[in-house]
């Protein structure tokens, strides 16, 4: 059977027995890894922040044909703005009477397409220097315009036309207006995805088609990949 301990043992049991509730008011038990404290106001890395343009650049079907394509756009939508009349349709922003301009509303993220290169490719793909008009396509509804979201969307705009007017970049004065968004209203849902569900109509042939060509000749590297 095992010894009895010494009484020397047994003394320095009872020493670090007594001495336990000492040590550890002092710091000096077992030291155990403290919790992380969340910082405040940090941002996760992985958090997705998505901005909106609003541009009118003559008859939305050819813009969207050519935004839709674009990675880091995540929802176009071809609507009207800049007008009076609540609701309009797409009968009464053809009169010209409403104020209204054919336009997309674009969702993108800002890290994979900036803004000011979301700008240089909508200046690209239509005639900002005819005033209210693109093409075949005449009338207040047709104009060129940037409806800006927020005070450095509309630094950004006035920017880009001054780089291009300064680069010579048109032979006529650019005429886009750059003005305060206030209200979009989506058009009737025939209009949306138009090219690519009538890709045989002869406006899409003749208009629209080209331009999609261009986008795929100049900026292969800004397509989105095939579905």
């Known amino acids: 059977m095992p ?51 609003t541009l009118a650049g003559g008859c939305f079907w050819c813009l969207e044909a050519v935004f839709e394509r674009l990675k880091g756009v995540e929802r176009v939508v071809s609507g009207y703005s800049g007008g009076t009349v609540p609701n309009p349709t797409y009968e009464q922003v053809s009169t010209g009477t409403t ?72 032979d006529a004065t650019i005429v886009t207006e750059v003005a305060p968004f206030t209200v979009f209203h989506a058009a009737e849902e025939h209009h949306q995805g138009y090219y690519d569900r009538n890709q045989a109509q002869p406006y899409c042939r003749v208009v629209i088609a080209p331009k999609v060509a261009k986008l795929r000749r100049l900026y292969a590297d800004r397509l989105k990949a095939p579905e």
């Open 99 to 170: 104020g209204h301009a054919e336009c997309l509303q674009v969702t993108f993220d800002p890290a994979a397409l900036p803004y000011r290169d979301l700008l240089r490719i909508f200046f690209a793909f239509h005639d900002p220097t005819t005033m209210n008009r693109q093409g075949p396509d005449v009338g207040t509804q047709y104009r060129s315009a940037i409806f800006w979201h927020d005070p450095v969307q509309q630094a950004t705009a006035r920017q880009v036309i001054a780089e291009l007017t300064k680069d010579g970049v048109f």
């Open 3 to 53: 010894s009895s301990p010494s009484l020397a043992s047994r003394r320095r049991a009872c020493v670090a027995r007594a001495l336990i509730p000492t040590l550890l008011a002092i710091g000096a038990g077992p030291s155990w890894p403290a919790a992380a404290t969340p910082l405040k106001g940090r941002v996760a890395m992985t958090e997705h922040r998505s901005e909106t343009a």
